[in-house]
């Protein structure tokens, strides 16, 4: 079984920069499977904004590109996501997500593990 705790959660005002973590906790090689950050905005879908492929490979929703950076470290089990420029449409809960498989897909079914959340709430 795999347990993710999200960490770093908290307000900001606009143009500031959170940075989120992910502890995972289990018996698992950590790097077996992608690793991803999905958000959930009031009233809309989860959805994907960044992932990283057991390669290394990330990816980025087009409204967070150039924004923000995931990564991860593999020997702490350990995914990142530093959060630049914020804007009043980042606030939402952040989850991290443990992938079925290598590569980072959008859809939710494709993730076995999630986190329970961290909100960020970014104000003017």
């Known amino acids: 079984q795999v347990q993710l705790v999200e960490f770093g959660g908290g307000s900001v005002e606009t143009g500031g920069s959170l940075t989120l973590s992910c502890v995972a906790t289990?018996?698992?090689?950590?790097?077996?499977?992608?690793m991803a950050w999905f958000r959930q905005a009031p009233g809309k879908e989860r959805e994907k904004i960044a992932g990283?492929?057991?390669?290394?490979?990330?990816s980025y929703e087009d409204s967070v590109k150039g924004r923000f950076t995931v990564s991860r470290d593999d020997d702490k089990m350990t995914l990142f996501l530093q959060m630049n420029s914020l804007t009043l449409e980042d606030s939402a809960m952040y989850y991290c997500?443990?992938?079925?498989?290598?590569?980072?897909?959008?859809?939710?079914?494709?993730?076995?593990?999630w986190g329970r959340g961290a909100r960020v709430t970014v104000s003017s």
């Open positions: 997500a443990r992938g079925r498989g290598d590569h980072c897909y959008a859809a939710r079914n494709q993730y076995l593990f």
């Open positions: 990283i492929d057991t390669d290394g490979t990330v």
């Open positions: 289990g018996s698992i090689v950590y790097n077996a499977r992608c």
